[in-house]
């Protein structure tokens, strides 16, 4: 087999065998294959795109190409998440925990964050002493004692995907839908969950900005999983503002804490709510969604969901003080107060510049090598269709530094004002199955 000639017929549109994506996935892998010759082969995909078929298969080599994680050991389905990313996203921390006090065990892989604000595993890092590396018989020891895991990624998982994405990202190639979905799904099913839900997230500050693009992705991921003989389902939810009201590390934690305790922040708690019943019901735990709703909400008024997150804090070494009462998470020395420029509603907030706002404050990451300040971000206090008077704060940032001039611009850059109130968005616009 040639290379060359997989180039060549997939920039005729020709549909790939699975003979000929396992030569290249495994050549490119081992080094056979250069990166010109790949480079070539991503764009005539970015061009030409690739069947269900094609898609199924090449995830599948990118799992075969390194380890797989055996969650076996963990009685009972596995069901797992996944979420395409946005500004303010702490849903796992909800869901984790409200999965788990329905009795179905959650054993989640995460990552850390590159721009914006950090990731799963930097916010957890937020509370003292919580070990998120640990081995994998650990990892699943603590599953089937406390039901409840959030644990860095061990083992080569998909390398393949590694040397593709880096790959992608200097050559154009990033937005074609089956090398996303590919990527994301090879990452997810290396990580040994019978059944995952998706969260794809949609609009100005998710990765996919239109609804057709993001349930174009949604479908793939979806179809993929099912190929490979994973329950698979996909919700599209909005993110065309931050999801909740914190955006950083100990903040992002302090509001996922305050909705197991109860407390509503409507977008936020819905989302949590709709992917944990989701996922209880690809668990075989309930019958319907609704059913699966209802009993989430009596974990967080019963206080079982909240006390699954207590346990995951001890069994991981955290300071769990630090749940119990929030003043005790790190606190930024100064909250800057960022005022409304004239009266009006707020018509629209760009979630990418509010990132970016609570990154040059050192919430998030501008380079791998940086550190991340757990105790700075920001609190928004208006969101979409809220009013505002002229001169009236409209969100904090929590600040190590006595002014943050760079963060304020950055957030009135992202916040629009009008006279009129803006049309509401559904929260959950799609389920994709
Ligand atoms: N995230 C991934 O893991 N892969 C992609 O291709 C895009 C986003």
């Given at each position: 087999m040639r290379m060359v000639d997989i180039i060549q017929a997939k920039r005729n549109g020709k549909t790939l065998t699975k003979e000929e994506i396992n030569f290249f996935v495994e050549?490119?892998?081992?080094?056979?294959?250069?990166?010109?010759?790949?480079?070539?082969l991503l764009m005539a995909v970015y061009f030409k795109g690739m069947s269900a078929e094609e898609t199924?298969?090449?995830?599948?080599?990118m799992v075969a190409s390194g380890e797989t994680i055996d969650l076996s050991g963990i009685e009972g389905p596995k069901v797992d998440k996944h979420s395409t990313g946005g500004v303010g996203d702490k849903v796992t921390f909800i869901v984790g925990p409200l999965v788990a006090s329905a009795g179905v065990p959650v054993a989640k892989m995460s990552g850390r964050g590159l721009g914006h604000t950090g990731g799963t595993l930097d916010k957890l890092e937020a509370i003292d002493g919580l070990e998120i590396e640990m081995s994998i018989d650990k990892f699943i020891e603590q599953v089937n004692k406390t039901k409840?895991?959030?644990?860095?990624?061990?083992?080569?998982?998909?390398?393949a995907d590694?040397?593709?994405?880096?790959?992608?990202?200097?050559?154009?190639?990033?937005?074609?839908?089956?090398?996303i979905a590919g990527s994301i799904m090879s990452k997810k099913l290396a990580s040994g969950a019978n059944s995952i839900v998706l969260d794809v997230k949609t609009g100005s500050g998710a990765f996919m900005k239109s609804l057709e693009d993001s349930e174009a992705l949604a479908t793939e991921m979806v179809n993929i999983g099912k190929h490979?003989?994973?329950n698979t389902i996909a919700v599209i939810s909005d993110m065309n503002q931050p999801l909740g009201y914190e955006i950083g590390n100990a903040n992002e934690i302090k509001e996922a804490v305050e909705i197991l305790q109860g407390k509503d922040v409507t977008d936020l708690r819905v989302i949590s709510l709709t992917i944990a019943a989701h996922m209880i019901v690809l668990a075989g735990k309930y019958d319907t969604f609704d059913e699966a709703y209802k009993a989430l909400e009596g974990n967080i008024e019963n206080g079982s969901a909240f006390e699954m997150l207590r346990q995951m804090v001890i069994a991981q070494g955290g300071d769990v003080n630090q749940v119990d009462d929030l003043t005790k998470l790190p606190q930024a020395s100064n909250t800057i107060e960022v005022k409304a420029p004239s009266a009006g509603f707020v018509t629209a907030i760009d979630a990418e510049s509010v990132g970016i706002a609570a990154m040059y404050l050192g919430a998030g990451r501008a380079t791998k090598e940086d550190d991340i300040d757990h105790s700075v971000?920001?609190?928004?206090?208006?969101k979409v269709g809220d009013e505002v008077a002229e001169g009236e704060t409209f969100a904090y940032l929590?600040?190590?530094?006595?002014?943050?001039?760079?963060?304020?611009?950055k957030l009135l850059s992202a916040y629009t004002f009008g006279t009129e109130k803006p049309e509401e968005r559904p929260l959950i616009h799609k389920i994709i199955k």
């Open positions: 050549g490119y892998t081992n080094g056979t294959i250069p990166d010109y010759q790949a480079s070539a199924a298969t090449l995830t599948e080599a409840l895991a959030v644990a860095g990624q061990t083992g080569n998982l998909a390398p590694k040397k593709l994405y880096a790959l992608r990202d200097v050559t154009a190639t990033v937005d074609s839908i089956p090398l490979l003989g994973r971000g920001i609190t928004l206090l208006k929590l600040s190590n530094t006595e002014t943050a001039e760079d963060a304020e611009k």
